[in-house]
């Protein structure tokens, strides 16, 4: 499972992190632009809940 | 502030669901919230002769749409929308009825381009990770306001924490002396709890123009002397190689206050009000503190500090099926998205552990609340040490008072609550 970050859509509401810290990254201004190839299978239902979380709907699950 | 509506009454298009929408004649929540309903099951995308004449967005679905074009839909002041006879270049356009003030809140009103270089200074101050360095401070101050009544037994739980908490929080991270943050904190909050051309409201008007001047002289000294603070970082913002301008500067310390202090009150207000309203969700935050964080969101949708917004069209753009015009006046309701069925099963209920729950308490687009993580850190940490200190505190529901207007913010004026007393921690 991958993440794909369509960054142009972002804006920095860190649901994702708040949701799944081990797996989000967020740059130094708190924006997520970074996609995020294979998550780790512990922790695919939390990166799903950051996903499903974002109100700019800017992330998307690529599944393998 | 008197809104200069006749001053602003745009032609109606051609082809509108024309309403009578008067956003500023709801003076309580329930009121407010009832018509945000109507309208929205009426009319998602309307246009109101009200307000000087403009369209409104009240579905998620139109909401987020005009959020996130802000090609079309612009924020600065210089855009004034259609020129009547008395159009003011000093009002503030961000909000629904224009108001009169003369302090330019940067970068909340400015567009791209120029918009982007002030956005970044407040993105990576207020991102996660610079919230982390606020937290202790946010620790400290919930803790050390709750210690000052919680001997007693009872307290205005929003003079002492709501409006309490943000105030010290902001105006010590600013640097502002010590001395007048009661003051000004009470200046924004009170400037609201008060029927406007009301004495008392004209007190408060009053005093937040000695803000405005606060905010000056603290720009002109530390400009002069800038000390290690927020208020220097931002009074001296360096764009383009150069010092920002001494208006400019205004503008952002101005934003970091007006944003910063009497917003989280409204929702954690709101919160307390609810938990006594609703034992279960008491009960349950109680016995599952791990349902903080949802609850914290829930309550973020169901009461928004932040009710309206508004924008200017600089481009004809359609939006569920109508054709908004350059130059006309459109505002952006987050409550009522925030309500909106279709976005939100059970709309009307508060759900505890609701999810997902992407809700516009923030707005959304380039213009989200760069506030956001701070607010969130404040509002969990005083509902965290209520509910742990005094679990047990009651309103006082003959002295509960909300705000007499709901039209661009909403919230609780005064909140007096009784408790079984505890003990300090400090």
């Given at each position: 499972?991958?993440?794909?970050v ?55 699950v690529?599944?393998? | 502030m ?9 032609d ?34 309307a ?86 360095a ?92 800038p ?41 954690a ?27 914290v ?7 928004p ?41 059970d ?8 999810f ?69 921690r400090?």
């Amino acid at each position: 499972m991958k993440i794909h970050v369509q960054a142009d859509r972002c804006q920095g509401h860190a649901r994702c992190l708040a949701e799944a810290p081990e797996v989000f990254q967020l740059d130094e201004l708190g924006y997520n632009t970074t996609d995020i190839g294979d998550v780790p299978p512990e922790l695919q239902a939390k990166a799903r809940r950051g996903v499903l979380s974002c109100p700019e709907l800017a992330l998307t699950v690529i599944e393998d | 502030m008197a809104p200069p509506t006749d001053q602003i009454t745009a032609d109606r298009p051609e082809s509108a669901p024309v309403v009578d929408f008067d956003l500023s004649t709801h003076n309580s929540m329930q009121s407010s919230n009832a018509a945000w309903d109507a309208l929205r099951t009426a009319a998602p995308v309307a246009w109101s002769d009200d307000n000087g004449g403009a369209w409104i967005v009240s579905s998620y679905e139109a909401v987020t749409t005009a959020f996130r074009n802000t090609d079309a839909f612009k924020s600065g002041r210089a855009v004034r929308g259609r020129p009547g006879p008395g159009a003011d270049p000093g009002l503030m356009p961000i909000n629904a009825v224009p108001t009169k003030t003369t302090s330019l809140m940067i970068p909340e009103e400015l567009d791209a381009p120029l918009w982007h270089p002030y956005r970044r200074v407040f993105a990576h101050l207020l991102s996660p990770r610079g919230v982390e360095a606020l937290r202790p401070r946010i620790t400290y101050w919930v803790t050390r306001l709750l210690d000052d009544v919680i001997e007693s037994g009872h307290c205005d739980i929003v003079g002492t924490l709501t409006s309490g908490v943000p105030g010290a929080v902001i105006l010590e991270w600013l640097g502002f002396p010590e001395q007048d943050w009661h003051r000004l904190s009470a200046a924004f909050h009170n400037m609201a709890s008060y029927v406007e051309g009301t004495p008392d409201a004209q007190h408060y008007l009053d005093e937040l123009e000695w803000t405005f001047q606060r905010i000056r002289e603290e720009v002109t000294a530390v400009r002069d002397e800038p000390r290690d603070d927020i208020a220097s970082f931002l009074a001296n913002t360096v764009v383009a190689g150069e010092r920002t301008s001494y208006e400019f500067a205004t503008g952002m310390v101005n934003m970091a206050m007006s944003g910063g202090v009497d917003t989280t009150t409204s929702v954690a207000s709101a919160a307390f009000v609810h938990l006594h309203r609703h034992p279960g969700d008491r009960q349950r935050l109680i016995d599952e503190p791990e349902l903080i964080d949802s609850a914290v969101e829930e309550f973020l949708r169901v009461y928004p500090p932040a009710r309206t917004h508004a924008r200017t069209v600089v481009q004809d753009t359609e939006i569920g099926g109508f054709t908004l015009r350059k130059d006309d006046r459109l505002i952006i309701s987050e409550v009522s998205a925030c309500h909106d069925e279709a976005a939100f099963p059970d709309a009307d209920k508060f759900i505890i552990d609701r999810f997902p729950n992407r809700h516009v308490a923030f707005g959304l687009g380039p213009h989200r609340c760069p506030g956001s993580h701070v607010a969130r850190a404040m509002f969990k940490e005083m509902l965290v040490q209520v509910l742990e200190r005094i679990p047990d505190y009651q309103i006082v529901e003959d002295e509960l008072d909300e705000y007499p207007n709901w039209t661009a913010l909403g919230g609780w004026s005064r909140a007096p609550i009784t408790f079984t007393p505890g003990t300090r921690r400090l």
